[in-house]
Nanobody, 122 residues
Framework: QVQLVESGGGSVQAGGSLRLSCAAPGYKYRMGWFRQAPGKEREGVATVYSGGGGLTYYADSVKGRFTISQDNAKNTAYLQMSSLIPEDTAMYYC?????????????????WGQGTQVTVSS
């Protein structure tokens, strides 16, 4: 069992930045960030595995604006979000326990955090 605790959400104006954190005690494998806006399906935002050469993958909608990272010494993953736009408004979830397959599909992750709200106003 892996317990994930997200923090760092909030409200920001368009063009602003936020950094999300996900604490995962004892976990050092692939982690992902997902988001879900009202009335929409949960979608993959980014994923990282520092033990796998630090490879990262991003959704096209956030490439160049978001950066995912993983600090194994602190068992924490981060999502640095810059140049935020109103379309980024959603509940953001941290995920762990990757089963394999496509990283952007939520069913391929076992463990989930409680979510942290990000609201971007125009």
């Amino acid at each position: 069992q892996v317990q994930l605790v997200e923090s760092g959400g909030g409200s920001v104006q368009a063009g602003g930045s936020l950094r999300l954190s996900c604490a995962a005690p004892g976990y050092k494998y692939r982690m992902g960030w997902f988001r879900q806006a009202p009335g929409k399906e949960r979608e993959g935002v980014a994923t990282v595995y520092s033990g796998g050469g630090g490879l990262t993958y991003y959704a096209d909608s956030v490439k160049g604006r978001f950066t995912i990272s993983q600090d194994n010494a602190k068992n924490t993953a981060y999502l640095q979000m810059s140049s935020l736009i109103p379309e980024d408004t959603a509940m953001y979830y941290c995920a762990a326990g990757f089963r394999g397959g496509s990283w952007s599909r939520p069913e391929n992750f076992i463990y989930w955090g409680q979510g942290t709200q990000v609201t971007v106003s125009s």
